[in-house]
């Protein structure tokens, strides 16, 4: 007889096999092949100094030798056998030996955008987090602390010291593969949302970083291409949003990216590594290259490349030479060696060593489900027609997408293994394959029936339009799903629903998702949408369902947050992290920059010695400037699908009382009022618009705060605006300044609806 976590369907004997086999591979495997390290001692271990002071003390003991080798990786464990310098990694993505004789770990690494990646390889369990862009869509400093606290402590319990999460992109390219990786188009909330992320990363004794640093918003031509961007609209945009994450998340970590700016490769480029990242922002952490995108020695040490993953091409034999030859100063060397140390000192790896255990998939379920509710966008609700009434609700069609068995996550490094494989697979074929669709096994289908238990529910594949039209027509509510699938190394083809893919893996030009949804909508004037998706995605039926629902990539226990978002369980507050487009037309580039044929590789050349060339750079003008997202379509006149900043919700609210006062820090101070019949949450939006000598984009968000509000409730809510968000980047005194004149302060629940406004005058 099996048995069920009623709560949230997770088998009840999966604790005790991820017990058992912790207690398996603890005893047996990983003892064979792990020594425990020496106790730690010497001076380095008083944790009364700082992180700096430890680490200068622990690099007077260091040889030539010790010190390269923090430098640089050796090899991917995962794919690679086990050999004497990775014995003692924990068979991720990346290891680095450390120093035994004077207590140094090494640096084990795990790939853990949305949850920790490859855990099935160790016999281990991981929480599917909902994807990063869904965390985003909540709006939630909180929510996002405690996703990071959980992926931090599920690495830890894995026996890994470092995360390879906080991507931190903005959406210039919302057709890039990696959208769902990244926390939406504004500066302030990805870089707001990204330090609380790694807040609680570290909090759980691991080192955080964000990544990509910088401009790499697309997967074509990722290790070729060459952007082109000012240094005003770099500064005000994308960096901006590394900036905040950076001073206000303090990550041990930088991972820079495989693109060129402006000429030189991000791992090589004095600009962004050393002038703004070291000296500009003080940063005093490490930069890890992405993997395989170093591309030189002397170069790349010289601009502020501190660590070269996953091997050691360049960072290994060549670096000592260089160093024995003088063409790098021992002086350049131990900085990076210091900045690697002190990393480990201020995120407690050392003092705090690794031990493994079992996590609690329970918890890690709770947390998910929770930050789910939270990003779930209801995008659309005409006449009331969500939430369902369990009890008056009779029958129930669902259709497409599979969602009688599972919802689909993104792909590539962020994958995180599905408890009993690809929900989608026949039993055991469901491995998880790099660039093939992954579903986790939280059936909607399901959920709706627990939550309906007296209604018919019945289930249609989507693959006809005429037969799903069928199942619909009839039933009280019909509940179609439609999805986008993205994932890094590859950029999506258009921002609409692709064809549907069967057997979960080819796709099949006879099944139009689109013509489905439209199908069902006309058979049914009680449609609701479900789209799942990690980016915008364009709606040639927007006018006929219902009602629509943006539910991301919901992670595992994505159905029991979207049933009780269907049936008002929980009622819906959050709101779009990006612009969605009437069309791809409407684009700043209306279709991707593709690159040619000798600059197309995913992996690149073949050879090191090929790589040292790098493949030949295609060009790519960020010509909008500092025109992203919202930005851009305001300034351009350009009408939307779905304006940034909007959500619907159950209840109502109101906005009043908004005063202004100037001083340090400008402060917003205004009263919000829940006005509707239900309890709910209120993402309240501030954004400004600078005088016109500045010449910036009409508005730019410049704070907000997630409420949560009783019906008939209302509170004050009182915003500190940082001077940088209310500032422009001055290329001529190259930094930050306050244009003289007068600003408009605009709050609200939406970009596009801001009913309060207020002048200021600032100097």
């Known amino acids: ?51 700096d002071e430890r680490a200068d003390l622990v690099l007077k003991e260091m040889t030539l030798d010790e010190k390269v080798a923090l430098l640089h990786g050796v090899g991917m464990p995962t794919d690679e056998p086990v050999t004497p310098e990775n014995a003692a990694s924990n068979r991720g993505v990346g290891y680095a030996v450390g120093v035994p004789r004077l207590g140094i770990p090494g640096i084990d690494m795990s790939d853990a955008a949305y949850g920790v990646r490859s855990s099935g390889v160790n016999g281990r369990y ?19 602390y405690e996703y990071g606290a959980l992926i931090g402590n599920e690495l830890r319990a894995q026996g890994y010291n470092m995360s390879l999460g906080g991507g931190t992109n903005l959406t210039r390219e919302p057709r890039d593969g990696r ?23 570290q909090s759980a004794y691991v080192i955080g970083d964000i990544k990509h640093y910088a401009m790499n918003d697309q997967e074509s ?22 900036e905040i994450g950076v001073s206000k998340g303090h990550p041990a970590a930088v991972m820079c990216s495989y693109n060129r700016v402006n000429g030189d490769f991000a791992c090589e480029n004095k600009w962004l590594l050393t002038d703004v990242l070291k000296k500009d922002w003080k940063f005093p952490g490490f930069v890890v290259s992405d993997w395989g995108g170093t591309h030189s020695t002397e170069k790349a040490s010289a601009a502020g490349l501190d660590h070269e993953q996953p091997g050691r091409f360049w960072f290994g034999d060549k670096y000592k030479a260089a160093v024995d030859a003088g063409t790098i100063p021992t002086s350049e060397l131990d900085e990076h060696v210091h900045r690697i140390l002190r990393s480990m000192f201020a995120a407690g790896v050392i003092d705090h060593p690794r031990q493994r255990f079992v996590v609690d998939p329970f918890t890690g379920f709770e947390t998910a489900r929770k930050i789910e509710e939270g990003g779930i966008v209801l995008l659309k609700n005409n006449r009331a027609a969500l939430p369902l009434d369990s009890a008056k609700v009779r029958t129930i069609a669902v259709i497409g997408a599979h969602s009688d068995v599972g919802m689909i996550s993104g ?5 995180v293994d599905p408890i009993g494989g690809n929900a989608i697979m026949p039993p055991g074929k469901g491995a998880t394959h790099w660039l093939e669709q992954m579903w986790f096994p939280t059936s909607p289908l399901k959920a709706i029936q627990a939550r309906a238990p007296k209604a018919t529910v019945k289930y249609d594949p989507g693959f006809d339009p005429a037969a799903a039209a069928a199942a619909a027509k009839g039933a009280d509510v019909a509940i179609v799903f439609g999805y986008q699938w993205e994932s890094e190394g590859m950029d999506l083809p258009s921002l609409s629903l692709p064809p549907y893919k069967q057997d979960g893996q080819k796709d099949d030009p006879d099944v139009d998702q689109n013509a489905v949804i439209a199908a069902v909508a006309a058979a049914n004037p009680h449609t609701i949408v479900v789209v799942e998706s990690g980016s915008p995605v364009t709606m040639p039926w927007v006018d006929a369902p219902a009602a629509i629902l943006e539910a991301w990539y919901s992670g595992s226990d994505g159905a029991d947050a979207l049933g009780n978002i269907l049936f008002g369980t929980v009622n819906p507050s959050g709101k779009l992290p990006n612009t969605f487009p009437k069309s791809e037309s409407d684009l700043p580039h209306p279709t991707v920059t593709m690159p040619p044929p000798e600059s197309s590789h995913f992996n690149g050349p073949a050879s090191p010695e090929q790589w040292a060339k790098g493949l030949p750079p295609f060009p790519v003008a960020y010509d909008e400037g500092l025109k992203v997202g919202y930005k851009w379509y305001d300034a351009e006149n350009k009408p939307v699908l779905f304006p940034f900043g909007f959500g619907l919700s159950y209840t109502t609210y109101s ?5 202004v006062a100037p001083g340090d820090t400008v402060k917003v101070t205004f009263t919000v009022t829940n006005t509707g019949a239900r309890a709910g949450a209120e993402i309240t939006e501030v954004y400004a618009a600078l005088p016109a000598s500045a010449q910036e984009p009409p508005k730019r968000l410049i704070g907000f705060a997630k409420v949560k509000l009783e019906s008939k409730a209302k509170q004050t809510v009182s915003i500190d605006v940082d001077p940088k968000y209310l500032s422009i980047f001055d290329e001529q005194k190259d930094g930050w300044t306050l244009v003289p004149g007068d600003y408009t302060i605009m709050v609200g629940g939406s970009s596009d609806k801001l009913p309060l406004k207020a002048t200021v005058n600032l100097k």
């Open 411 to 415: 792909g590539g490094s962020a994958q």
């Open 179 to 201: 959208t769902f990786e990244y926390l939406g188009e504004d500066p302030v909330l990805a870089g707001t949302l990204v330090a609380k992320l790694i807040e609680g990363t």
């Open 655 to 659: 906005y009043s009382g908004l005063t």
């Open 221 to 242: 031509g990722r290790n070729a291409v060459d952007i082109s961007i000012s240094k005003r609209a770099a500064r005000e945009s994308d960096m901006l949003a590394f």
């Open 1 to 51: 007889m099996k048995h069920f976590c009623r709560r949230t369907g997770i088998p009840t004997w999966i604790p005790i096999l991820s017990l058992a086999l912790a207690t398996f591979f603890g005893q047996n495997i990983f003892a064979q092949r792990r020594q425990a390290p020496p106790s730690p001692t010497g001076p380095w271990m008083n944790t009364s100094l700082s992180p």
């Open 126 to 144: 991981a929480t599917a987090l909902p994807a990063n862009v869904a965390a985003a869509a909540s709006w939630d400093v909180d929510a996002a």
